[in-house]
């Protein structure tokens, strides 16, 4: 008989509670990490988007500043 079938047949949750705890919290653990790598991860994207946009942003500017000029006191846009 195996002990998976003895773990079976006692009704027990583990057929090694010793090695239980240290398993579970390995898990644990690598959740954890993989958890804090994700929002890391996610954290950088966030980053790159806003620099993305501040990017755009100013180039819009530039261009709006570009076809935009005061004509007698009065800001007229290029066509």
């Known amino acids: 008989?195996?002990?998976?079938?003895?773990?079976?047949?006692?009704?027990g949750k583990s057929k090694l509670p010793v090695a239980r705890?240290?398993?579970?919290?390995?898990?644990?653990?690598?959740?954890r990490r993989s958890?804090?790598?994700?929002?890391?991860?996610?954290?950088?994207?966030?980053?790159?988007?806003r620099e993305k946009q501040g990017r755009s942003k100013g180039e819009a500017r530039e261009k709006q500043r570009v076809t935009t000029?005061?004509?007698s006191g009065k800001l007229k846009t290029k066509n």
């Not at 705890?21 to 959740?31: F, M, P, T, Y």
Request: glycine residues 18%; positive net charge.
């Open 35 to 49: 958890k804090g790598e994700a929002k890391e991860k996610q954290g950088r994207s966030k980053g790159e988007a």
């Open 69 to 71: 000029k005061r004509v």
């Open 21 to 31: 705890g240290s398993i579970n919290g390995e898990a644990r653990e690598k959740k």
């Open 1 to 11: 008989m195996s002990t998976t079938q003895i773990g079976l047949i006692a009704g």
